[in-house]
């Protein structure tokens, strides 16, 4: 099992999110994040796709999403061409004991802490997925209380983009 | 111009004769621009919308052309699911029209007021739902042109009421182009060359995108010229006609002995507009392990779906063949066609069952002498599909319309009055006593349509097919299987104002279909054949060739 990343255009009307969740459904393909936003063109949303598989379960993806009529572009995106960030926003307990080692260890991870209370500490980070990960990792020691991840989003690096056709 | 108005000269703009439909509150102001085009478009109203939606299929298989729909929303929309989804699996381009609800209703659980594009979703090329008038006739365009270029399929727009009443100007536009076919490059078609050249038993395996793209022409040529045999899926049974010695007839799970006999000697299988589907494929671990696979179809998903193919070519099977037929040279095999001799001569010797009773092979020949080449074949789902699948002479491209991908009972009778208009043939219907009983309702259309339907019911008294798999892997359990109903076939023919006869024997058969022949509207046959007749060969699901069972 190898970890894909598939970014693409599709067109900005409501449904298109359905539809193409529902493809995925429908054809049994897992999913690991989808993150859809508006681009620099209102008429295109952009989607970042991550999903676990083998390259046939990435081929057929691309295929279908090909065949769909709301998706101009699809293409997978390979990690050593692209940028990948994820963010995610975590609630810590945190007592007086706790409070200062969690915030260097937000600090050692380069993230922000952007609301306080006395017993709890939310604490945004925006990175690579792994690193979010040790990072979520190193809290349970402490107490999530809750968090909340956004998936992954992807930009080619250089002048290479996802263009519409 | 109203939304509705434009709805409806949209169609006709789009080259759009004949639409199939029921009306309803939500569409009445569309019933309404039919109402004053009734000198330009006809409309022909079914008995159920599920029968609209299979006769808008069955005359777009038989003509090529896009076949429509208009249903009202709720019940009316919801009733075309099941014709959507056959004409999806199918590839058959087919635009659906449902009213709904206005605007400001939607999402209030409103009268009659269902999300058909969210149901349909799954089982249709693209759908809309069109909330702006201006974007209306467009989209109807762009329908039309989705549901016909590359690989075909069905397409739904729904209009909400306050949209059908919207007054705006209209203006027709020329019909768009559609996209081109993808370009094929000269690498692929030397690898093909080379494979073909370097193959000493190329088997030509032709599926539904042949009959879609009309290549039969091509691929009769590429069967000269390579010396190769032509097996068939179901959707491509008429794609070349039987007539032609290299044609062998179906494969798979109940194809013809030869046929998959001769596929398993084979080194090189050229797929031409196929899906490898597990009802033609059997076990696809074990499919074909020893021979190379050359796949050429127009969706690029089918290509190492089902069957991982040595060299996938996208693109028009049509043009696609022509180019590669330019290219070959004429070779003979003579040594392959021997071994294609032996098989079809060890074949002749698997004895056909014979009985005084009407079997169900001595129904098709009976009707398949007295069609013509041009006949429309619809059938419904069940044992008598697959007999007709077997053993009718199929001579035109687009004569057999029958439910490949989804196996719907129900389908044909619909689909026969769709396929009649579109030709303007008498026209056959092959169905079974459980499949008639699905839809049979729509006798009342064929009747007010006055179309020469000749049906030809095999009554068994049992739902066949099911009763066979219970014969055969679960101890003869014949669980519902049975039908015990008392109808009265010709009277209930009689009553729906159609003619009823009745045929015990092959005499009596003979006599009925010599009258139905000579009839103006419909009739049915009532054939009386033995429940316990069983399709054979047949290569149980997920096996192989070795699991062939022959009687
Ligand atoms: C709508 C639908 N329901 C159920 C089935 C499952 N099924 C396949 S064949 C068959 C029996 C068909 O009976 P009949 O039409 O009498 O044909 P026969 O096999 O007897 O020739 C059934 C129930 C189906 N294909 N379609
Ligand atoms: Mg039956």
């Not at chain 1, 600090?107 to 500490?121: A, G, M, P």
């Not at chain 1, 992954?152 to 056709?165: E, Y």
């Not at chain 2, 896009?66 to 004409?87: D, K, M, Y």
């Not at chain 2, 998903?301 to 193919?309: G, Q, R, T, V």
């Amino acid at each position: 099992m190898k970890k894909f990343i598939i970014g693409m255009l599709v067109s900005n009307q409501s449904g298109v999110l359905t539809r193409i969740s529902g493809m995925f459904g429908r054809r049994g393909f897992n999913i690991d994040s989808l993150v859809v936003g508006v681009t620099e063109h209102p008429e295109f949303s952009r989607m970042t796709i991550t999903m676990t598989g083998e390259d046939y379960d990435r081929d057929q993806i691309i295929k279908q999403l090909e065949k769909l009529h709301d998706v101009y572009e699809v293409r997978e995106m390979l990690a050593d061409e692209i940028v990948s960030r994820e963010l995610v926003l975590i609630k810590v307990a945190a007592d007086r004991k706790t409070r200062q080692e969690i915030m260097t260890a937000a600090n050692v991870f380069r993230s922000k802490i952007v609301d306080f209370s006395t017993d709890s500490l939310l604490i945004e980070m925006t990175g690579e997925s792994s690193k979010l990960e040790a990072f979520i990792e190193l809290m349970k020691d402490y107490g999530i209380i809750e968090l909340c991840r956004t998936g992954v989003v992807s930009l080619d690096r250089g002048a290479t983009c996802l263009k519409n056709k | 111009m109203t939304g509705a108005d434009i709805i409806i000269e949209t169609l006709i703009e789009q080259g759009t004769e004949v639409v199939f439909g029921y009306p309803g509150g939500q569409a009445i102001n569309i019933y309404d621009a039919i109402y004053k085009r009734a000198d330009r478009i006809k409309h022909v109203l079914t008995a159920h919308e599920q029968g609209a939606a299979h006769a808008a299929d069955g005359y777009a298989r038989a003509s090529g052309k896009v076949g429509v729909v208009i249903a009202t929303s709720g019940p009316g929309a919801t009733n075309l699911v099941t014709g959507i989804a056959n004409a999806y699996l199918d590839s058959i381009p087919v635009v659906a029209i449902t009213g709904n609800v206005p605007c400001s209703l939607i999402g209030r659980d409103s009268f009659q007021e269902v999300d058909i594009v969210g149901i349909t979703m799954p089982i249709v090329k693209h759908n809309y739902c069109v909330k702006d008038v201006t974007k209306l006739a467009d989209t109807i365009r762009e329908a039309f042109k989705i549901a016909k270029e590359g690989r075909p399929g069905p397409v739904l727009i729904d209009v909400p009421k306050d949209v059908q009443i919207a007054d705006i100007p209209f203006e027709n536009k020329p019909i768009l182009p559609e996209k081109p076919d993808p370009i094929v490059s000269e690498t692929d078609l030397n690898a093909a060359i080379e494979m073909i050249n370097a193959s000493k038993r190329p088997y030509i395996y032709c599926g539904g995108g042949v009959v879609s793209k009309d290549a039969g022409k091509e691929v009769e040529e590429l069967a000269e010229l390579i010396d190769a045999p032509v097996g068939f899926s179901m959707m491509g049974l008429a794609a070349i006609p039987h007539s032609n010695p290299r044609a062998l007839g179906m494969i798979g799970m109940h194809g013809k002995y030869s046929a998959i006999k001769i596929k398993s000697k084979s080194d090189l299988i050229i797929a031409l507009g196929v899906r490898f589907s597990d009802r033609a494929t059997g076990n696809k671990n074990a499919y074909m392990p020893n021979a190379k696979i050359l796949h050429i179809d127009i969706d690029p998903a089918e290509l190492d779906k089902n069957i991982n193919s040595t060299l996938g070519i996208v693109g028009n099977v049509k043009s696609v063949i022509a180019a590669i037929n330019k290219r070959l040279e004429k070779t003979e095999r003579p040594y392959w066609q021997n071994e294609i001799e032996n098989i079809k001569a060890l074949e002749r010797t698997i004895p056909e069952h014979k009985s005084d009773m009407l079997t169900p092979y001595k129904v098709v020949d009976t009707v398949a002498a007295a069609a013509k080449p041009t006949t429309p074949i619809a059938t419904d789902v069940g044992q008598h599909q697959m007999w007709v699948a077997q053993r009718y002479p199929f001579e035109g491209a687009r004569t057999l319309i029958s439910s490949g991908g989804l196996g719907t009972m129900g389908f044909g009778l619909g689909a026969a009055i769709g396929a009649c208009m579109a030709t303007n043939e008498r026209t056959v219907l092959f169905t079974g006593d459980g499949s008639f009983g699905m839809n049979l309702n729509e006798l009342a259309t064929a009747v007010s349509q006055k179309l020469p339907i000749v049906i030809v019911l095999m009554n068994n008294g049992v739902l066949g097919m099911v009763r066979q798999w219970q014969t055969m892997f679960f101890n003869k359990h014949y669980s519902q299987t049975t039908l015990e109903r008392k109808t009265d076939f010709v009277k209930l023919a009689e009553a729906f104002g159609a003619k009823g006869m009745r045929a015990n024997t092959p005499s009596e058969l003979e006599e009925c279909v010599k009258k139905a022949f000579a009839s103006d509207g419909p009739v049915v046959i009532d054939c009386y054949i033995d429940k316990d007749e069983r399709v054979l060969p047949m290569i149980p699901p997920g096996g192989t060739m070795d699991d062939l069972v022959v009687e």
